[in-house]
Structure formats: structure tokens, C-alpha cells
């Protein structure tokens, strides 16, 4: 049980962190999380603290939001959800664990891959359709949808105040229809709020962190840190699995 705690506390950490400071840790969230609740199961006890960061960070950037870019992104968000959602609904823990690994590596390739060249297809008309589906859809299985959705925000040439208000608020509503998901699965129960109640602490200790540490660490240094701990995430869901 304490083991359990810890790897919660650690996921909650990070959490703070990524939402105050980088944002993008959704990758390396979900297998820390999956330490304690192997399964989809990681995914009711991670929701709740985001919602509560979500809410939090909407409070703090309520002017200058571009509802034009949300109301072309947010049906097509909704669609990859409930496409996530069948896919949650429809595989085994073991099954999930192995294409939640294999879908870690091949976003990380993605990353990988952009440093060096262009995607232009975020900046086709039907860019909207494209990065709200598959944000909508790995956001769901993979909690991986912020850099994604980044990218198709930096593409809109909004000023920064507009882009980081619509971002937040978009998340906000993405994780709003991952609540209903994730609710009609019963992956959001008794078992699972205890759970995300434990870490609340290092839940907002994360976001003290993130908001102290964020200006001394470099973009470089920072983009290696995660590229391996998302790494090393993923490995263990592949070879690493309990029977």
C-alpha cells in the first residue's frame, strides 16, 4: 500500500509540475500512475487532478481566449474521444499496457522527428479535424495530447496571451468529456477518488515546484530529462509486465 502511495505522489508531482511549468509530461504521468493501478484503471485516478489543475489554470487566464480555433477543435476532440473510449471499453489490461507502450514510443518518434522538419498539415483548413481527433483520441488512451495540441495552437499565429488562455481552456473541455468516458467504463469509482485524494499534496507541491524551478532549467536540458523518462516509461510497460 505505501508502494502505492508513492508511485501516485510521484505521478501527482509531476503533474503539478508539467501544468505550471512545460506541460507535455502527460507520457511519463500515465506509466508512473500505472505503477500503482496497472490497466486503464491509472487513467480514473489521473482525471481527477487534472480537472482540479484544469480549473485552476482557467482562473488564472480568462482574457484573450480564441473561441474561433476552440469551436473548430472541439467537435472533432469529442469524436476522438468517444473513439478512445470504445478502444478503453473493447481491451484486456495486458493488451492496453503493451499498445499504450508502442503508442508512447511512436508519439516520442513524432517528437523526435518535428525538431527537424516541418508538419505541415497544421496549417491545412482541415488542420482542426486532424489534431482534434487524434488529441481528442490519445489524450484518452495515452494522456499524451499536449504536445500535439501544441503544436497545432503554435501553427494558428495566436499572440501568447491567446495562446496559452486557449490552450488551458481547451484542456479544460477535452478532460470534461474524458469524464463522461471515463465514467460509463466505471474506471472513475470509490476505489479510484480515494486514490487521487492521497495525492493531492504533491499534487499542488508539483505546481510550486514547477512555477520556482521552471526559469533555472534549460529547454534543452529539459527536453532530454523527459525524451528518457518517457523512454524508459514505455520500455517498462513493453518487457515489463506482471502477468
Not at 2 to 7: D, H, I, R
Not at 135 to 156: S, W, Y
Not at 204 to 211: A, Q
Request: hydrophobic share 55%.
Amino acid at each position: 500500500m505505501e508502494l502505492s502511495w508513492l508511485f501516485i505522489s510521484l505521478a501527482c508531482l509531476v503533474t503539478g509540475f508539467s501544468k505550471f511549468s512545460i506541460g507535455g509530461l502527460g507520457l511519463v504521468i500515465l506509466p508512473l500512475m500505472m505503477l500503482a493501478f496497472p490497466g486503464p484503471e491509472a487513467l480514473g485516478v489521473i482525471l481527477p487532478f487534472y480537472l482540479l489543475t484544469d480549473l485552476i489554470a482557467v482562473m488564472t487566464y480568462r482574457k484573450n481566449i480564441n473561441w474561433k480555433v476552440l469551436a473548430k477543435l472541439l467537435p472533432f476532440g469529442a469524436i476522438g474521444i468517444a473513439a478512445g473510449t470504445y478502444v478503453l471499453g473493447t481491451v484486456d489490461p495486458s493488451t492496453f499496457m503493451t499498445f499504450l507502450g508502442i503508442l508512447i514510443f511512436a508519439l516520442l518518434g513524432l517528437s523526435l522527428w518535428l525538431d527537424y522538419h516541418p508538419l505541415p498539415i497544421f496549417t491545412h483548413p482541415w488542420a482542426a479535424s486532424f489534431a482534434g481527433s487524434l488529441c481528442g483520441f490519445v489524450g484518452v488512451i495515452a494522456n499524451g495530447a499536449g504536445p500535439l495540441m501544441g503544436l497545432f495552437l503554435l501553427e494558428q499565429k495566436m499572440e501568447k496571451s491567446a495562446y496559452v488562455a486557449t490552450r488551458v481552456w481547451a484542456f479544460l473541455s477535452l478532460n470534461l468529456m474524458k469524464l463522461a468516458g471515463l465514467l460509463s467504463l466505471g474506471l472513475i469509482n470509490t476505489e479510484t477518488l480515494k486514490a487521487s485524494a492521497v495525492g493531492i499534496p504533491a499534487l499542488f507541491l508539483g505546481m510550486w515546484i514547477g512555477y520556482k524551478v521552471f526559469a533555472r532549467i534549460s529547454p534543452e536540458q529539459l527536453k532530454v530529462i523527459v525524451r528518457s523518462m518517457i523512454s524508459l516509461s514505455a520500455a517498462h510497460l513493453l518487457f515489463f509486465k506482471s502477468n
